[in-house]
């Protein structure tokens, strides 16, 4: 099911190459002034990389001290990751559009106990190289990892225009404590007797959870998983190796929620936090719910 590029198209690439025509003198020219301009551009960009990470550093403390904030005082009821307010990054990550549809009711329990989330570059010497988001849990119930990583590698596919593609992603794995895994259930079975001493034996099924579709690997000719399958599915796409785009439509989309994270709710976790950020259009992981409710009194 896993998607493999096939050695053709390297050869019908290099095949390309070779029959392009040859550029007449004054696009060869032109071309020319566009390297010169592009090279100073190149300057430009390893200059803001580098500002990029000053500003980063100096950003540091600034987020420690609300990490060391959320962690002061006592929550109310259950144990949670953040005691100055309860289930403080559950709800910021609700309130943001990324996660409108991957956060399920049995993921918050799990989510209560997030501390905090990081962020930092893969390579601060060219940071277009990618980033990784560091989730960091209290101990709680359900797994022993007291962090998640989710790191994404990219790669500019195109100098003109600056596009940027994103190349592999790699997730921690979880380690679930036992009967506590929430990515997965045990199949409902009507009836009683033989028929309900029977479920016991059965294997549990896969269902939709944050931590299953979050924190998972992507790359190019990986095996896809069930989930990744029905998300092309419902993208009107197919996991085989008749559509080579399948598999990087998955990773630039995955690669949009994480850039939210990024750029997002870790810099301004409170505001989502509050609601003050939700752009208006959004009404929250309920607004669907919402509409069905109006369409029902219509």
């Not at 990029?52 to 929550?75: D, F, H, M, N, S």
């Not at 599915?233 to 785009?245: C, I, K, L, V």
């Not at 990024?262 to 919402?290: K, L």
Request: proline share 6%; with cysteine; hydrophobic share 35%.
């Amino acid at each position: 099911m896993g998607l493999v590029k096939k050695d053709g198209d390297a050869t019908r690439a290099e095949d390309a190459e070779v029959d392009a025509p040859e550029d007449p003198p004054v696009v060869k020219t032109l071309k020319e002034i566009d390297d010169r301009y592009l090279a100073i551009e190149r300057e430009y960009e390893k200059e803001v990389m580098q500002l990029q990470v000053k500003y980063t550093e100096k950003q540091k403390p600034i987020l420690a001290k609300r990490k060391e904030l959320l962690a002061g005082g006592e929550a109310e009821g259950p144990k949670t990751g953040t005691p100055a307010l309860a289930g403080f990054w559950l709800k910021a990550m609700q309130n943001h559009p990324a996660f409108e549809e991957s956060i399920q009711e049995w993921d918050e329990p799990v989510l209560h106990f997030l501390t905090d989330i990081e962020k930092e570059f893969v390579d601060e010497e060219n940071t277009e190289k990618g980033f990784k988001l560091i989730f960091r849990f209290a101990e709680n119930p359900y797994f022993t990892n007291t962090e998640l990583t989710k790191e994404y590698k990219t790669e500019e596919t195109n100098p003109y225009s600056g596009e940027i593609e994103c190349k592999g992603v790699k997730s921690s794995e979880i380690n679930w404590k036992a009967g506590k895994d929430v990515t997965v259930e045990k199949p409902k079975v009507k009836g009683g007797g033989a028929k309900k001493a029977k479920q016991k034996n059965k294997e549990k099924e896969a269902r939709p959870s944050f931590f299953r579709e979050f924190f998972r690997d992507l790359a190019p000719g990986c095996q896809l998983s069930a989930d990744a399958v029905e998300a092309l599915a419902e993208s009107g796409m197919e996991a085989d190796d008749d559509d080579p785009d399948a598999i990087q439509f998955l990773m630039d989309g995955d690669l949009e929620i994480g850039t939210a994270v990024r750029d997002h709710i870790v810099p301004f976790a409170v505001r989502w936090f509050t609601g003050e950020a939700v752009p208006e259009s959004y009404g929250g992981p309920d607004d669907d719910d919402d509409d069905d409710d109006d369409d029902d009194e219509d």
